[in-house]
């Protein structure tokens, strides 16, 4: 049955899955989810034959989702994925799916994260549990994930788990699953190793497959930009500048970064514009009619208040963040191109992100080409030849007047016409400078390197965890935090100092910290800057103008047991509980020890096995 003969109240989901899903923007299920909802509501085993990006998530999430008892604080869903890279995007699904239970949990676990934090997140009792094979396993060992109240099982991509190197330890999941628990495999491909733990596991299996569909859009040139997360605003203003548009929509996934990136462009000088989901009908419609009108020329739009977008000005695309599914991707591009118009979409991806690029054209059929961020000297190339042709305009007009105001102004500050001419042109271009500076690109050397295969080792199941020891020398929170210092290898970067309450006599070490941020944040460890450990409490300094739905979530992000609670350091005082402390200034001087993590010898993130 097809996905457009059922919706998704039909298949018999939850009021609390079907407002999320409307939120979301899902009309109807997609053949995979309407073909699997049903037998997994029904208690049956599945094998599910599908590519990534068919929407498989929600097959298997929304009708799991629905048998969970809120009741219950003990994991009931387990889904085991390849990486985690996969673990984190099916758990961000399930959350989005489960917005509106109350007192609902979901916990990615994975090699490389912090222990500690696991731990604490596990002793919550989270009712989903997505993780790779070698750490839950881990778990399972210790004896901290027991699955006495499991009611499902998925293995997510099972033929890349076996590519892997993990059918020992699936296997050795599934053996220790209750009996009567339900099981559901997903996998693209059917090699003979997957078909033998299906037989030897599974349960009268309901099997569907879905076939690959060719989704080009023939009309659509795609391309894709590589950039790290912290460049992308600089990237994006590049690329707007450099590129010939008209009307532009740019999609991102959170209303806050949808309003957040309008303003930022709004500061640069673009005529844009939000447009999400919580806005009123009559301000949704009143900004696409400017963008038709030519009153607008910039969409930061969400999927949901996307839907059936169609207006003839959009020649451009911008994916500013990679979708999580195919499907997305293609309702999001197919913005422009229509009606047989032509129309370009770019893709900024980070480094972590390539695999799902990579996704997107299998599922797509199509090639996604490579696109460089445009150099400094393009972007004032083509900003000198708008003021050119501005200027143009102007010549032909009556400038006698001006003539006589330039002789006045040259007599009057004793310079010549070419001087003055200088100095109005960079006074007119004053938001928009002509000459920009260089986008500091990461540097990959060994370290990063190291960083990788100690990441990979991890998720393919290495055992034990490394001791954190808390440092012998006390050093109590001063009474002010002082202010940021730069980054040593990014001098351009501005910087914020912030408070965490997690110290020294937590146990913490600067290693646990720089992984915290770096994995929750998605942010590269060579923009976090100096970090000062003292026993209570500890100071980080971070890029200016982080996105605020980020530091929020770090504010809730648990290290060694304890909330983080990040907030800017600004003037706040502090004294530790029991201790006084007195400053020889009102700077803090630097602990024994601790160093800014963009130096020469900064902290890599801890290696965490499992």
């Not at 912290?230 to 500048?241: D, G, I, Q, S, T």
């Not at 970064?257 to 709004?266: G, N, P, R």
């Not at 010549?395 to 007599?411: H, P």
């Amino acid at each position: 049955m097809s996905s457009n003969e059922r919706t998704f109240r039909e298949l018999g989901l939850s009021e609390n899955l079907l407002r999320a899903l409307d939120e979301l923007g899902y009309e109807n299920p997609t053949p995979i989810q309407s073909a699997s909802i049903d037998p997994l509501m029904a208690g049956k085993d599945i094998i599910g034959q599908a590519q990534t990006g068919t929407g498989k998530t929600g097959a298997f999430a929304l009708p799991l989702l629905n048998k969970v008892d809120m009741k219950i604080n003990a994991p009931q869903i387990l889904v085991l994925a390849p990486t985690r890279e996969l673990a984190v995007q099916v758990a961000e699904a399930f959350g989005s799916y489960a917005k509106h239970m109350k007192g609902f949990h979901v916990l990615p676990i994975y090699g490389g994260q912090s222990m500690h934090q696991q731990l604490s997140a596990l002793k919550r009792g989270p009712q989903v549990i997505v993780g790779t094979p070698g750490r839950v396993m881990d778990h399972m060992r210790r004896g901290t994930l027991k699955l006495d109240s499991l009611k499902a099982l998925v293995l997510d991509e099972a033929d890349e788990m076996l590519k892997m190197g993990f059918i020992d330890d699936i296997e050795w999941v599934l053996e220790h699953k209750p009996k009567d628990s339900q099981l559901a495999l997903f996998s693209a491909t059917m090699p003979e190793q997957i078909k033998r733990v299906a037989a030897k596991h599974l349960t009268a299996p309901v099997n569907i497959s879905i076939a690959a569909s060719s989704t080009t859009v023939d009309s659509i040139e795609q391309r894709f930009v590589q950039v790290s997360q912290h460049n992308k605003l600089e990237a994006l203003v590049r690329v707007l500048e450099v590129e010939n548009t008209d009307g532009v929509i740019i999609f991102v996934r959170t209303r806050n970064s949808c309003v957040e990136l309008a303003e930022k462009l709004e500061a640069r000088g673009y005529a844009s514009s939000p447009l999400h989901g919580d806005m009123n009908q009559q301000a949704r419609e009143r900004a696409v009619e400017q963008l038709k009108r030519g009153k607008l020329d910039i969409l930061i739009a969400t999927d949901v208040a996307a839907r059936g977008l169609d207006v003839e000005r959009i020649g451009h695309v911008v994916n500013y963040d990679i979708p999580y599914d195919t499907e997305a991707y293609v309702h999001r591009i197919g913005r422009t191109g229509r009606a047989g118009r032509t129309g370009m979409a770019i893709l900024f991806v980070t480094s972590r992100e390539m695999r799902m690029l990579r996704t997107i054209e299998r599922a797509t059929n199509s090639r996604i080409a490579p696109m460089k961020v445009p150099s400094p000297e393009s972007v004032a190339e083509r900003r000198l030849s708008r003021l050119g042709e501005l200027i143009q305009e102007t010549l032909n007009g009556d400038l006698d007047f001006m003539k006589n105001a330039v002789a006045e102004l040259c007599q009057q500050l004793e310079v010549d016409t070419d001087l003055l001419a200088a100095a109005l042109l960079q006074q007119v271009q004053a938001e928009r400078p002509l000459q920009l500076p260089a986008i500091q690109e990461r540097q990959r050397d060994s370290r990063d390197e190291r960083s990788e295969r100690n990441d990979r080792s991890n998720d393919r199941g290495d055992r034990g965890e490394r001791s954190q020891r808390p440092r012998r020398d006390a050093r109590p929170a001063p009474t002010s935090f002082g202010g940021p210092e730069g980054l040593k290898d990014n001098p351009d970067v501005k910087m914020n100092r912030y408070v965490i309450d997690v110290g020294r006599d937590n146990g913490v070490g600067v290693g646990n910290i720089v992984g915290a941020i770096a994995n929750e944040a998605n942010l590269d460890s060579r923009y976090i800057g100096q970090i000062q450990l003292y026993d209570q409490v500890t100071t980080v300094d971070l890029p200016d103008g982080m996105p605020k739905d980020v530091l929020q979530h770090l504010r809730k992000v648990r290290v060694c047991g304890r909330p983080l609670n990040l907030r800017e350091a600004g003037s706040e005082t502090f004294v530790d509980s029991g201790r006084s402390s007195a400053p020889r200034s009102d700077r803090p001087s630097r602990p024994r020890g601790d160093r800014p993590a963009g130096a020469e010898r900064r902290p890599r993130k801890p290696r965490d096995n499992g």
